[in-house]
């Protein structure tokens, strides 16, 4: 783990409190463990997204009903 955390306090649902409990047993990793890889893996996932949009920015842009008949066109639909 790092040397420095922060500490903070979330507001879990009840059930999603459970879960993590017992996934937490199961794994012999700790809520906090858990709940820091979640955010990890979330933030990781926005970065891929912003990646992948950053490397799209110059295509042309087409409407909804553009696309549609594309796929109509292409038999997909």
Do not use: C
């Not at 040397?3 to 059930?15: C, F, N």
């Not at 909804?64 to 639909?77: A, W």
């Amino acid at each position: 783990m790092e040397s420095t955390q922060k500490r903070a306090t979330i507001y879990l649902d009840p059930m999603l409190h459970k879960a993590l409990k017992l996934k937490s047993i199961e794994t012999s990793k700790s809520i906090s463990a858990l709940v820091n890889q979640a955010v990890r893996d979330a933030l990781a996932e926005d970065a891929a997204d912003i990646a992948a949009y950053e490397e799209r920015i110059d295509e042309p842009m087409i409407s909804f009903s553009e696309m549609v008949k594309r796929l109509q066109q292409d038999g997909r639909i």
